[in-house]
């Protein structure tokens, strides 16, 4: 028999709310910069949506890292990952920035609503892995 515990419940309604609103902070500064790179506007018009993108973009990895580190060798982890070695093409080739972006978002698309099959491949373990009882260590 479980019992109601209200500490635990706005403990997981306060981390929902945390995870939602950076995740729409990001949204909205992929919006922005991406626009921005997309329209070919001056940089400085931008160039806050890019910090917001690459603030919160980096404080959601963290937060899926933390939560179980097995993100990194999941196909949403690794993906993430190829997102930000295409980002750092942005210096070696900005004369692409427009396809580059592209390419980022629709990576985004497949790792946020592609299903779970790739988004929970383990390219370690060459399988689905959903939770920490699934792989030792």
């Known amino acids: 028999m479980s019992t109601y515990d209200p500490h635990a419940e706005r403990f997981f309604q306060l981390k929902r709310f945390t995870k939602t609103t950076l995740r729409g902070l990001h ?3 992929v919006v922005g910069a991406g ?3 997309l329209l070919q506007v001056a940089d400085k018009q931008w160039l806050n949506y890019w910090i917001m993108a690459m603030v919160t973009g980096c ?6 890292i933390v939560r179980d580190w097995r ?3 999941q196909m949403k982890g690794v993906l993430t990952l190829v997102k930000l070695g295409i980002l750092m093409c942005f210096t070696i080739i900005p004369e692409y920035k427009p396809a580059l972006v ?3 978002i629709l990576l985004s698309v497949f790792v946020t609503h592609g299903p779970s099959s790739l988004r929970h491949y383990s ?3 060459r399988r689905q892995i959903h939770s920490k009882e699934e792989i030792k260590g």
């Not at 404080?59 to 899926?64: A, D, G, K, Q």
């Open 71 to 73: 993100w990194l060798i």
């Open 59 to 64: 404080l959601l990895m963290l937060w899926e």
């Open 27 to 29: 949204i909205l500064g």
């Open 123 to 125: 390219i370690i373990h």
């Open 35 to 37: 626009g921005g790179i």
């Open 102 to 104: 592209t390419i980022i």
